[in-house]
């Protein structure tokens, strides 16, 4: 099985998307393992090559990639916290 990246590659016919699309925080189900990565890149891009304006992102994920949110953080410890804080 390959492992889940959160930062796949973008292919932008017109540029660079604006972010990416994840879950809300809420439909994590408070239970499963958490992992998460600082998202990189250069600058304001992510290592796959998306937008998000500034580089204080994160992505938060359950194994697999069966949840997976993008999140303000500046580090991974940081988002992992808000996303046990406001799961429903």
Do not use: I
Not at 47 to 71: E, I, L, M, P, Q
């Amino acid at each position: 099985m390959a492992r889940f990246n959160p930062f796949e590659n973008v292919n932008g016919r017109y540029g660079a998307p604006m972010g990416r699309h994840g879950h809300d925080v809420e439909s994590y189900d408070g239970e499963s393992k958490l992992y998460a990565r600082h998202c990189g890149g250069d600058g304001y891009y992510d290592r796959g090559g998306a937008y998000w304006g500034h580089s204080k992102v994160c992505a938060v994920w359950t194994r697999g990639g069966d949840f997976c949110a993008y999140v303000e953080a500046y580090t991974p410890a940081a988002a992992v916290a808000f996303v046990k804080q406001h799961a429903a």
